[in-house]
């Protein structure tokens, strides 16, 4: 897969750590130029800048909160000025705010919603103008488990997470004339900060058949798939999971 991106740029959002972090630095690895998206930790994310550049790749860190749709329309045309082109878009942000439905405030709620989904629109609405000109893209949305099949305390996250599938169905349709696909991966439970701190490990073990946590460069690899080889050119609107085996279709 070396060089399949060369000369092709990725927007990859919240990659200053966790699954994001691997896949900017999986998409880098086949010669993609890589913005670094992230919220508040700009020493991360320098760091994955850092790694990227010391690697021989081109990397630039830029700050936006995408569930803003004037930040993140300043992080597409920044990153359009500095590269003047994007090819793979990888909606990754994301945030949890856990609790059961009973006790779950509508800010629960919304701040979910706001990132999770609303997020994922406004960077797709942003970059897929680009890539309709361009005739050409890849967009892939980070969706999760949970979205498809439920997760007590989770009532907020998993709307979000089942809404990115039904958004990323529709966007597959509409920009597909002009060959741009949009893809949803899917991941189970990954070992990552996210997931630092969840304290009944050996009960959701017992709902993992391959019985661990998967890897963030497990998910990235999934990810640089759909973003870069050739042959999935031909892949769009699906969601693809990658999660020990949790959910079977
Ligand atoms: P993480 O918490 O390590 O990373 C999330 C990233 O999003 C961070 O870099 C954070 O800074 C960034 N972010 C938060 N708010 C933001 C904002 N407003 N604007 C831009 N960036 C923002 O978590 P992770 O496990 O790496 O999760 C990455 C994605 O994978 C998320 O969408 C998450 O829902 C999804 N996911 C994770 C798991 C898991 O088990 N870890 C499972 C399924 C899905």
Known sequence: ?????????????????????????ALADVGAKI???????????????????????????FQADVSNATEVDDMIKA???????????????????D???LRMKPEDWQAVIDLNLTGVFLCTRA???IMLKQRSGRIINISSVA??????????????????????????????????TANVVAPGFIATDMTGDLKNTEEILKYIPLARYG??????????????DPAAAYITGQVMNVDGGMVMH
């Open 35 to 61: 913005v670094v998206n992230y919220a508040s930790s700009s020493h991360s994310a320098q760091e994955v800048v850092s790694e990227i550049i010391a690697n021989g790749g081109e990397a630039i860190a």
């Open 147 to 180: 979205g498809l099949m439920g997760n007590p305390g989770q009532a907020n996250y998993s709307a979000a997470k089942a809404g990115v599938i039904g958004f990323t169905k529709t966007v597959a349709k509409e920009l597909a004339p002009r060959g741009v």
């Open 1 to 25: 897969m070396v060089g399949l991106l060369a000369d092709k740029v990725a927007i990859v959002t919240g990659s200053s750590r966790g699954i994001g972090k691997a896949a900017a630095l």
């Open 127 to 129: 970059v897929s103008k």
């Open 99 to 101: 609790t059961l439905l």
């Open 79 to 97: 990153s359009m000025e500095k590269f003047g082109r994007i090819d793979v878009l990888v909606n990754n942000a994301g945030i949890t705010r």
């Open 215 to 228: 890897q963030p460069e497990e998910v990235a690899g999934l990810i640089r798939f759909l973003a870069a």
